[in-house]
C-alpha cells in the first residue's frame, strides 16, 4: 500500500515535463561516429544541465575522448544505524545508426507524437529509461524524501560498443559504495533478474596461399575453418545439452557472426589465388552456470584437432571480450522492494523475466557483485529498429516506480 508520504513525492512526477525531456533528448543524435571522433557529448550535456538545475552534485569524466559520463547524486539525510545504501539508476547516451533515413516514416531524429508513442532513435534504447530515472531524481529532491543513501545516476557513453563508459565508471571507484542497481534498458517494465553472458572469439586458420590453378601446391585455409565451424555447431549441441533451458533465458549459444577468406584487409582479392588464411568471429552466448574460461578452452580444442590434420596449418585464437551472465535471486532486497512497488503502482503482480543481450549491468554485476534489476520502458522487440518507438504510458508507470522503489529501498 502506497503511504500519503510516498504519495506525496509520486505526485511530484511531472508527466507533461517527462515527454518534453524524452523529446529533448531523443532529438540530439548521438550515434558514435570514431571517423570524426564525435558521439554523446551533446546528449551528456543535455543530461548534465538537467542534474545541474535540480541541485545534484554532478560530475563529467570522459572515458575516451568526445565520449563522457555523466554523474549525479542525491545525498539522503536520514541518519541509520545500518550501513549507508546507494541505489544506482544507470542508462547509456549512445545510440545505433539510424540507418537509412529514407526507410523511417518521421525524421529518425524527430521525437514525433503519435498514438501515444514518442518515435525517433534512441527513444526506446534507451533515452526514454534514462529521462524516467532523471525524473525520479526530480521528485525525490524536490519533495526532500527523507532517504537513509543515496541516489546515483550514471549516465554513460558507448553501451552500444566496448562499454568503455560503465569500465571507466567501475575503475574510476564510483560503483564501489553501490549497494543496488536498476538498469534503465528497455523492458516493458518487466523485472529482469537474469542477463545472458556474452563472450566473442576471434579465429584466424593459416594455411600456405597459392595460385587457383594448382591448389596442390598450398594448403587452403577454406576447408580447414569449414571443419571447424561444424565442429563449433556440434559443440553447441552439446553445451545446450550440458546446461539445459534456462528459466527466463532459453539455451546458451555459439553463432559465427564473421566468416571472411581472405581475412579482412588481408588483401588477396583475385578470383584466381587460394587465400593462405581464413576468418572467423564466435558469439557465445551464455547462460547462468556455463563457465566461460573453460568454454574457450574447448573451442582451442576443436582448432588444435583441426590443425593436426596437416602440419603447414596454424591456428591464432583470441579472445576479443567476456561478460559473464548475471543472476539475481528475488530474495534480493532490490528485487523484492521493486516488485511491491509495481504491484503497489499497477494493482497487478510483477512480470519477471531476462535480458537476451547483456548491458552495462553486466559489468557492475562481474566486477563488483552489484545486485541488478534491468526494469524500464519500451518495447522490448524494438531496439535498432526503424521506426523505433516508446509508449508514453509506460513512460509514466517506470517514472514513478523508479520513485517508488528509491523511497522504500533508502528507508
Not at 560503483?175 to 523492458?187: G, I, L, Q
Not at 577468406?261 to 583475385?270: A, E, F, K, L
Not at 587460394?274 to 574447448?298: K, T
Request: with cysteine; proline share 7%.
Amino acid at each position: 500500500m502506497i503511504t500519503p508520504s510516498e504519495q506525496r513525492i509520486l505526485d511530484l512526477v511531472d508527466d507533461t515535463l517527462l515527454v518534453k525531456w524524452v523529446q529533448e533528448l531523443t532529438r540530439i543524435p548521438s550515434v558514435w561516429h570514431p571517423d570524426q571522433q564525435v558521439g554523446e557529448e551533446a546528449a551528456a550535456r543535455w543530461v548534465e544541465a538537467r542534474c545541474r538545475e535540480l541541485g545534484l552534485e554532478t560530475h563529467v569524466e570522459f572515458a575516451a575522448p568526445g565520449r563522457p559520463n555523466v554523474i549525479a547524486r542525491l545525498r539522503g539525510s536520514a541518519q541509520s544505524s545500518e550501513p549507508r545504501r546507494v541505489l544506482m539508476f544507470e542508462g547509456h547516451t549512445d545510440v545505433v545508426t539510424e540507418g537509412d533515413p529514407a526507410l523511417w516514416t518521421d525524421p529518425p531524429f524527430s521525437a514525433t507524437i503519435r498514438d501515444g508513442r514518442i518515435y525517433g532513435r534512441g527513444a526506446n534504447d534507451m533515452k526514454g529509461g534514462l529521462c524516467c530515472a532523471l525524473m525520479a531524481m526530480r521528485a525525490l529532491a524536490l519533495g526532500g524524501a527523507d532517504l537513509r543513501g543515496d541516489v546515483v545516476l550514471g549516465a554513460v557513453c558507448d553501451e552500444e560498443g566496448q562499454m568503455l563508459g560503465i569500465k571507466h565508471f567501475v575503475d574510476r571507484g564510483w560503483a564501489d559504495e553501490v549497494t543496488a542497481c536498476v538498469v534503465c534498458e528497455p523492458e516493458e517494465n518487466h523485472l529482469c533478474i537474469a542477463q545472458k553472458g556474452v563472450m566473442w572469439i576471434h579465429v584466424v586458420l593459416r594455411g600456405v596461399m597459392c595460385h587457383g590453378a594448382m591448389p596442390l601446391t598450398g594448403v587452403s585455409s577454406v576447408y580447414p575453418l569449414a571443419h571447424f565451424l561444424a565442429l563449433v555447431q556440434a559443440l553447441e549441441a552439446r553445451e545446450i545439452a550440458r546446461h539445459g533451458q534456462h528459466e527466463f533465458l532459453g539455451q546458451p549459444s555459439i553463432t559465427p557472426t564473421i566468416v571472411a577468406s581472405p581475412p579482412r584487409g588481408g588483401g588477396q582479392p583475385q578470383n584466381n589465388v587460394v587465400p593462405g588464411a581464413a576468418e572467423c568471429v564466435l558469439d557465445c552466448r551464455l547462460i547462468p552456470g556455463q563457465d566461460p574460461e573453460a568454454l574457450a578452452r574447448r573451442v582451442r580444442a576443436l582448432l588444435e584437432g583441426v590443425v593436426a590434420l596437416d602440419d603447414r596449418l596454424a591456428y591464432e585464437m583470441r579472445v576479443l571480450e567476456v561478460r559473464p551472465p548475471t543472476h539475481t535471486s528475488r530474495d534480493e532486497t532490490i528485487v523484492r522492494v521493486m516488485a511491491e512497488a509495481y504491484t503497489d503502482l499497477t494493482g497487478q503482480p510483477p512480470i519477471y523475466g531476462g535480458v537476451p543481450g547483456s548491458t552495462d549491468g553486466t559489468i557492475l554485476y562481474a566486477r563488483r557483485g552489484i545486485p541488478i534489476v534491468t526494469c524500464g520502458p519500451g518495447d522490448i522487440h524494438i531496439p535498432h529498429h526503424v521506426d523505433e518507438w516508446v509508449s508514453i504510458e509506460e513512460l509514466k508507470v517506470a517514472a514513478r516506480l523508479y520513485v517508488l522503489t528509491a523511497l522504500r529501498y533508502l528507508s
